[in-house]
């Protein structure tokens, strides 16, 4: 019996119609969870024709922050997690950088638009332009002026024409972009060239908007259906072809008419028409008219997509605007405009913008990705979540009830990320009469106070950048407590001041220094200033210290000793306490030097006295250093070990220590070298043993602000070789500035392990490992003469 050949065909049609559809459409395994799926179509119903981005938020909200899609046979991912989007779209952009396959895209605008082009010679070529003409500097130097010039002219056109509020933003970023690329203004909003553009990016964002269009990437057999059933697709990326083209052919073409007519401008297009008159660079007159097109889109749309949306969200939210604005007022004033070199003093304001584009970005779903070979890379890190699930060993009805909770934790934690983000601030609280100011600025009365404030915000500031926590918009509250009258009475009588008012005349100068910046009077009675800065667990410090804005706290009331049973709590036993930072001005007390040991510590001596401020019977006074030796960071680390020399036992014999040399040794990129030393080794032995307790301030810094208090070994006379042993030791701490220019510096600028350490814990910084030293440089602090050496 033999069997008909069109049975056979049939039953290989059959098998083949059962295997898509129980195979198209359907969600491997491996891959991210995502929304229920219908044979052969996938998700694909479930997108909406518009405002697809809003139905992803909701799928987020459930899936978490990604997921996938099946869109017929073919798969797409949604990321709107941020930390999964740096991962993908940022550190690994050499494979997430290419478009998926777009035949509307290609159709409309040839291949030619960067949005539908894959990395390869003709990208890059577009993006090498580009990139030359809107380089930080270009912008900073050359084209903020056309952005002043119009930004003053939309702020006429708002008072002169309000009811086109709507419409000034686009002409102002049309005619940013357009002078630059063409040398060619937008002067109102009825210009022939802006009302196609935003016509134009109006049509083109229809049909490139997800489910406008049929899929035909996935299902290519659509291309053949007529296109009246599908709504007519081909005829509408048709029309955004022809207005795109015609647009910027003619935009283009007149700049090649006014050259030819009256030579050639200052702008974008005339300098790549000079390269391809050159032969420097090579386009085609299609690829020409892209480029250009390309840069208009960017600036119009989206500048202006953006101011509009700052607008609505200043109308939406007062109170915002309201801090904005006197933020503008106290920088800005009242008798001139806003200047692009106002930015970096307006950090609520940048705030603010940064806010609104996230709150209401351009583009809602972003610009589709490919992932050239990501697909192994994506199930591989989909076994790691599987398998991370896996170790919780439950249920899977209790794995969905924490995910969803994990989901929920998520986003309460984004919440609180943003929020802590907002309004930074570093806490400085200073016991005035206990860390009194350099005498050097007290009699000067208002201008000694401000030159003082300013000193100490500008210190607080250059150590605070060495915390890890600093960010650039953080700001600095200072505030001064201390019993105003009575110190003003002893330093009349330390003689530091003439009369009592002109220390008045200091804390008014002071508060002047700055708007976050406060002396204040905490009364007649001595232990005022401490009550203030103490009080109740939950007052002040402790208020301060819980707040999680508040990101360090710096203290400075080292002479009195009741702050260490205040400051006890803080310390970490055998730790450091990186939420506080104690100033060593006067010695600290003996009860608070232990306490101290649990702290950072750092020493502002351009700004603080180094001894307390005594008045002897009246008349006898004990001061302090006028100008002592610049600012130094103490080590926060716990010392250990026995056999301390007493600070009342002086040596017969003083020893003498050389006094570090002004020259220090660099290489052409200003990097620190440390010199090579020899070292003996039974020495560098005794060194380790923990009763050796020798000061590196007194024998490699030449000095030691503690004079004979220090707790630390001044009294042996030791050799050159032991210097250099000592000096050998003290490297193996490293320094944490590799182009420190401190002659007297004793840490170590490179790791001794050079090229060979692989250790990948090491303390030294990866920028002082494998140091370029092929041109080594004599460099004197003080002359400030650079020479190079010679290698011998």
């Not at 749309?301 to 604005?325: H, R, Y």
């Not at 080794?681 to 060194?687: C, N």
Request: a positive charge; glycine letters at 6%; aromatic letters at 10%.
């Amino acid at each position: 019996m033999s069997i008909e050949p069109s049975w056979i065909v049939g039953l290989a049609t059959l098998s083949i119609f059962l295997y898509a559809l129980c195979t198209v459409g359907r969600r491997g395994k491996n891959y991210p969870p995502g929304p229920l799926t219908l044979p052969l179509l996938g998700n694909l119903h479930q997108i909406p024709l518009k405002g697809a981005h809003f139905k992803f938020t909701e799928w987020a909200k459930v899936y978490g922050g990604i997921f996938s899609l099946k869109l017929g046979p073919g798969t797409a991912v949604v990321v709107t997690d941020r930390r999964v989007v740096r991962e993908l779209l940022d550190k690994q952009s050499a494979i997430s950088s290419f478009r998926p396959p777009s035949y509307v895209g290609n159709l409309i605008t040839g291949g030619d638009h960067v949005l539908v082009m894959d990395p390869g010679p003709k990208w890059r070529t577009m993006r090498k332009v580009i990139v030359q003409e809107f380089t930080e500097t270009m912008c900073d130097k050359k084209h903020v002026n056309v952005v002043n010039a119009e930004a003053i002219q939309m702020l006429r056109d708002n008072v002169v024409d309000p009811k086109g509020l709507m419409k000034h933003p686009k002409r102002f970023a049309n005619s940013i972009i357009m002078s630059l690329v063409f040398g060619v203004r937008t002067p109102d909003i009825t210009t022939s060239h802006m009302r196609r553009m935003f016509e134009l990016m109006e049509h083109w964002s229809l049909v490139m908007e997800l489910g406008s269009t049929p899929p035909v990437d996935f299902y290519p057999f659509l291309k053949w259906i007529p296109q009246r059933f599908l709504g007519n697709w081909i005829s509408r990326a048709n029309q955004v072809k022809e207005e795109m083209y015609s647009l910027y052919r003619d935009l283009v073409e007149d700049v090649i008419r006014r050259r030819d007519a009256l030579g050639p401008r200052d702008s974008m297009m005339d300098r790549v028409l000079d390269q391809l008159d050159s032969g420097k660079l090579t386009l085609t007159k299609h690829q020409l008219y892209f480029l250009a097109g390309i840069v208009i889109e960017g600036g119009s749309d989206t500048t202006a997509s953006g101011i509009l949306a700052f607008l609505k969200a200043m109308t939406c939210l007062p109170e915002v605007q309201k801090k904005a604005q006197a933020e503008i007022d106290a920088v800005v004033g009242q008798d001139r405009t806003p200047q692009w070199s106002d930015y970096e003093k307006l950090p609520y304001v940048s705030q603010v913008l940064k806010e609104s584009m996230r709150w209401r970005p351009v583009g809602g779903a972003g610009v589709p990705h490919a992932l050239s070979d990501m697909l192994a890379e994506l199930e591989e890190r989909t076994r790691e979540r599987d398998a991370a699930k896996g170790e919780l060993d439950m249920a899977k009805d209790t794995a969905r009830t924490y995910y969803q909770r994990m989901v929920q934790a998520e986003a309460d934690k984004s919440h609180v990320q943003t929020s802590t983000e907002c309004d930074r601030f570093l806490l400085v609280l200073i016991d005035g009469d206990s860390m009194p100011f350099l005498d050097e600025f007290l009699p000067r009365g208002m201008e000694g106070g401000e030159d003082a404030g300013k000193h100490l915000r500008s210190s607080i500031l250059d150590y605070y950048k060495t915390n890890p926590k600093f960010h650039a918009d953080d700001r600095i509250i200072i505030r001064v407590y201390a019993n105003v009258r009575g110190f003003a009475r002893a330093l009349k009588a330390a003689k530091i001041i003439s009369e009592e008012s002109t220390f008045d005349q200091f804390i008014a100068g002071f508060n002047k220094s700055h708007l976050l910046s406060d002396y204040i009077d905490a009364g007649p009675n001595k232990e005022a200033a401490d009550s203030k800065l103490k009080g109740l667990p939950k007052a002040n410090f402790e208020l301060f210290y819980r707040n999680r804005h508040c990101q360090h706290i710096v203290f400075g009331g080292s002479a009195d000793n009741s702050y260490a049973g205040f400051l006890g709590p803080y310390a970490l036993p055998g730790g450091i306490n990186d939420r506080v930072t104690l100033i060593e001005g006067p010695p600290f007390a003996s009860d608070l030097r232990k306490v101290a040991q649990g702290f950072n510590r750092v020493a502002l001596t351009t700004v603080f006295r180094t001894t307390k401020i005594q008045v002897i019977n009246g008349n006898q006074i004990v001061a302090g250093v006028k100008r002592p030796a610049p600012a130094s960071y103490i080590s926060g680390r716990p010392t250990t070990g026995a056999a301390l020399t007493p600070a009342d036992k002086k040596p017969s014999h003083p020893p003498t220590v050389p006094i570090p040399s002004p020259v220090i040794y660099q290489n052409q990129y200003g990097q620190r070298l440390d010199t090579p030393l020899t070292y003996d080794k039974e020495y560098l032995k005794l060194l380790y043993d923990k009763n050796s307790r020798l000061c590196n301030n007194f024998y490699l810094r030449g000095h030691c602000l503690f004079g004979n208090t220090c707790a630390w070994d001044h009294s042996q006379q030791l050799t050159q070789t032991q210097l250099d042993t000592m000096r050998y030791k003290a490297r193996t701490s490293n320094c944490f500035n590799p182009f420190c220019a401190d002659p007297a510096c004793c840490l170590g600028h490179m790791c001794p392990r050079g090229s060979a350490c692989n250790n990948p814990a090491c303390k030294f910084l990866p920028e002082m490992h494998n140091i370029d030293v092929s041109h080594v440089y004599e460099y004197n602090t003080v002359t400030q003469e650079k020479k190079e050496l010679k290698p011998s």
